[in-house]
């Protein structure tokens, strides 16, 4: 099966400049001249954790696994190199279902620009495991890092949180340009992708910082599908509880001195809209503020690893 898909991605992975030697070999060789700042990222998804193949397009899977590693990428403010994909796929119909990862991921890599090097296939009789690791260059401006947060600095975010398993989490569009117009045009102290949930992420770079957070509520940008996620589970919970710990929205938040966030809210230079949710302080911990002025501890929630 393994020399049936790479015949098969040979035809349909085209050739780039930084790929020396890339798929059939027991490696693949990059032409990584001038790079002097490699990130390298990895992520490893699996089926009836990340998604459930039994009701999605397996194109959507493909997809959303690239797009997530992406979304690492946009949170460094890295440009994208290259990258390999390891498939663990169930034994039956598996050369079919890595074809349809493929296909689903190859579109996305091409729009920005990555290389795919190579990877590796294996089957087993559990379910579908994808793991994607990719390198990504920083720019002029220097990496975004979650430890650079100063009490002072602004929360901005871009989009709109909560509901994402109605849908959004497979079909996200990760930051990655918007990260580096911004990285460019404005100065960052710091920055993180929204996948665990916003308050969660939010309170690791606060911790990361060695400072604390407060999250003015009425101003989170709350998406519809959270409204519609609250609705239908009619369990108490709002659509603002979704909003800071449902995960996996693929956002940016960024921590901006207050000259350069006012100047990104004034001039909104991306398609999507940013938004100022809070500021960072020098009390540790994650604080709520009530359009009130009345302040409390916030628990993070959102997706804990075991």
Same mark, same amino acid.
Not at 106 to 134: M, Q
Not at 194 to 223: F, K, Q, R
Not at 252 to 273: F, G, H, K, N, T
């Given at each position: 099966? =393994?020399?049936?898909?790479?015949? @098969?991605?040979?035809?349909?992975?085209?050739?780039?400049?930084?790929?020396?030697?890339?798929?059939?070999?027991?490696?693949?060789?990059?032409?990584?001249?001038?790079?002097?700042?490699?990130?390298?990222?990895?992520?490893?998804?699996?089926?009836?954790?990340?998604?459930?193949?039994? $009701?999605?397009?397996?194109? $959507?899977? !493909?997809?959303?696994?690239?797009?997530?590693?992406?979304?690492?990428?946009?949170? &460094?403010?890295?440009?994208?190199?290259?990258?390999?994909?390891?498939?663990?796929?169930?034994?039956?119909?598996?050369?079919?279902?890595?074809?349809?990862?493929?296909?689903?991921?190859?579109?996305?890599?091409?729009?920005? !620009?990555?290389?795919?090097?190579?990877?590796?296939?294996?089957?087993?009789?559990?379910?579908?495991?994808?793991?994607?690791?990719?390198?990504?260059?920083?720019?002029?401006?220097?990496?975004?890092?979650?430890?650079?947060?100063?009490?002072?600095?602004?929360?901005?975010?871009?989009?709109?949180?909560?509901?994402?398993?109605?849908?959004?989490?497979?079909?996200? =569009?990760? $930051?990655?340009?918007?990260?580096?117009?911004?990285?460019?045009?404005?100065?960052?102290?710091?920055?993180?992708?929204?996948?665990?949930?916003?308050?969660?992420?939010?309170?690791?770079?606060?911790?990361?910082?060695?400072?604390?957070?407060?999250?003015?509520?009425?101003?989170?940008?709350?998406?519809?599908?959270?409204? $519609?996620?609250?609705?239908?589970?009619?369990?108490?919970?709002?659509?603002?509880?979704?909003?800071?710990?449902?995960?996996?929205?693929?956002?940016?938040?960024?921590?901006?001195?207050?000259?350069?966030?006012?100047? &990104?809210?004034?001039?909104?230079?991306?398609?999507?809209?940013?938004?100022?949710?809070?500021?960072?302080?020098?009390?540790?911990?994650?604080?709520?503020?009530?359009?009130? !002025?009345?302040?409390?501890?916030?628990?993070?929630?959102? @997706?804990?690893?075991?």
């Amino acid at each position: 099966m =393994e020399a049936e898909l790479i015949a @098969w991605l040979r035809g349909r992975v085209p050739p780039h400049p930084l790929v020396r030697l890339g798929l059939g070999d027991d490696a693949a060789v990059l032409n990584l001249d001038g790079v002097r700042d490699c990130v390298v990222t990895t992520d490893l998804l699996s089926d009836q954790v990340d998604f459930e193949l039994s $009701r999605v397009d397996p194109r $959507r899977v !493909g997809r959303k696994a690239l797009a997530a590693n992406l979304s690492d990428l946009a949170a &460094m403010a890295a440009k994208p190199l290259a990258g390999v994909v390891a498939l663990l796929l169930p034994r039956q119909g598996g050369k079919e279902l890595a074809v349809a990862l493929y296909e689903g991921l190859l579109p996305l890599a091409e729009k920005y !620009g990555l290389a795919v090097a190579g990877g590796d296939t294996n089957c087993w009789d559990g379910p579908l495991a994808i793991n994607i690791t990719l390198l990504g260059k920083v720019t002029d401006c220097g990496a975004l890092k979650r430890s650079g947060a100063r009490p002072g600095d602004h929360i901005l975010v871009t989009g709109a949180f909560g509901g994402s398993i109605l849908g959004r989490h497979l079909d996200f =569009e990760p $930051r990655v340009w918007e990260s580096l117009e911004l990285n460019a045009r404005y100065k960052l102290h710091a920055g993180i992708d929204v996948s665990d949930g916003l308050s969660c992420d939010l309170a690791h770079v606060a911790e990361e910082s060695h400072c604390g957070a407060v999250i003015d509520l009425d101003t989170v940008p709350v998406a519809d599908d959270a409204r $519609r996620l609250a609705g239908q589970l009619a369990d108490g919970s709002t659509p603002l509880d979704h909003a800071l710990g449902d995960g996996e929205d693929f956002e940016l938040i960024l921590a901006v001195p207050p000259a350069d966030a006012e100047q &990104m809210l004034a001039e909104q230079p991306l398609s999507v809209r940013l938004t100022e949710i809070g500021q960072f302080v020098a009390e540790p911990g994650l604080w709520a503020r009530t359009a009130a !002025g009345d302040r409390r501890r916030l628990d993070p929630r959102g @997706w804990e690893h075991k």
